[in-house]
């Protein structure tokens, strides 16, 4: 399992959140504690907004730990709006292809979790990406297959409907060409540069974990994995089959789906 963490708020370093916390992204990726693997070593990356609409991006396949760019960058650049992820490969080689976030025009995605019986249901996933957005692929994983899905239904207009759109066509898929045996579990971060998306979905009821601030030190809010301090009571967990849209005025929180699909996720 892979661990992210996303902040929105007035403009800080980003060593804030991805290193000097007691449990950052940083430790998180040699150490995590809510993950079947506690290491992350298979790549890092961050996308953050600045004065441009689309993000920077800066990826690589060394752990987080080893990139001795990695604290300069973290401790030099600020943002008001930023996605970090540390990989543990599932799906695709390790390589800065297939390293998170993925990013397309403004828009920035990252995933921790799998799409079962991925090789299964690949090609079918495929089949339902326009061709503008294939054409943009550059890895091999299911995470960046399932981000184009969403763009293609209509992540640009309605992010919830695209959600829902693109979980139903996945479920079908698997449902239509495996046995189910292997789950689809999907905890995603999204942003279109001045809102984060956030999400936790699995049709086994185990979706990776997400929690949420609303009140970090800096005045902030963000989204991590696993508590930035540890254990405390301002982080509360993101609950599942509920898309939570983060922005400078709180947090909204909206089901996906009907009740009685929501009871099974």
């Known amino acids: 399992m892979c661990r992210l963490a996303a902040y929105l708020g007035t403009e800080i370093p980003l060593e804030n959140i991805i290193a000097k ?38 990826k690589d396949v060394l752990p987080a730990w080893s990139d001795t760019n990695l604290p300069s960058v973290c401790r030099l650049v600020r943002s008001r709006l930023f996605l970090a992820h540390v990989r543990a490969a599932t799906t695709g080689a390790t390589s800065r292809d297939n ?15 799998g799409i079962g019986a991925f090789s ?15 054409a943009a692929r550059r890895g091999t994983t299911d995470s960046e297959l399932f981000f184009l899905m969403l763009l293609t239904n209509g992540l640009d ?25 292997v789950p689809v579990r999907l905890t995603c971060v999204f942003s279109e540069g001045s809102r984060i998306f956030a999400f936790r979905f699995a049709d086994d009821g185990l979706a990776p974990t997400l929690y949420l601030s609303e009140c970090l030190d800096h005045g902030g809010r963000a989204f991590a994995s696993e508590p930035l301090e540890g254990p405390c009571t301002r982080w509360r967990p993101v609950e599942t089959g509920t ?12 089901p996906l789906f009907a009740a009685e699909v929501r009871a099974a996720c």
């Not at 390293?99 to 979790?113: E, I, K, L, V, Y």
């Open 21 to 58: 916390p007691r449990h950052s992204l940083l430790v998180q990726s040699q150490d995590a504690q809510e993950a079947k693997l506690r290491v992350n070593g298979d790549g890092f990356g961050i996308a953050w907004y600045g004065h441009l609409p689309e993000p920077g991006l800066f």
């Open 99 to 113: 390293c998170h976030p993925f990013t397309h025009g403004r828009w920035a995605f990252m995933h921790n979790g």
């Open 157 to 181: 207009e309605d992010p919830h409907g695209a959600l829902e759109t693109t979980l139903a066509q996945v479920l079908d898929i698997a449902a239509r060409r495996t046995d189910r045996s």
């Open 120 to 134: 299964a249901i690949r090609r079918d996933m495929e089949a339902l990406i326009g061709d503008d957005y294939y």
């Open 243 to 254: 898309l939570i849209e983060l922005s400078g005025a709180g947090a909204l929180a909206r």
